[in-house]
């Protein structure tokens, strides 16, 4: 099976069509210690993103905790 990646114009898309209320908000801190969240669809696979200005930041998912 092959992996599809998101590139960065089809998370952008997907993050601008995502209203606040429905998207995943999970936060993080960028490099250059600014907080965003997550602005894909809640629920979503692959990785957390946000827009930053044209671009796309990408997160990973934190790995799960056996149970
Ligand atoms: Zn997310």
Redesign the pocket.
């Known amino acids: 099976m092959i992996h599809k990646r998101l590139t960065d114009d089809q998370l952008l898309l997907e993050t601008d069509y995502t209203s606040y209320a429905s ?4 936060p993080h801190v960028t490099p250059t210690n600014d907080l965003v ?6 629920g ?1 696979d692959d ?4 827009r930053a200005g044209v671009r796309a930041i990408r ?1 990973a ?1 934190p790995a799960p905790h056996a149970a």
């Open positions: 998207s995943c908000r999970d969240e997550c602005r894909r669809q809640s979503h990785t957390h993103a946000t997160w998912l």
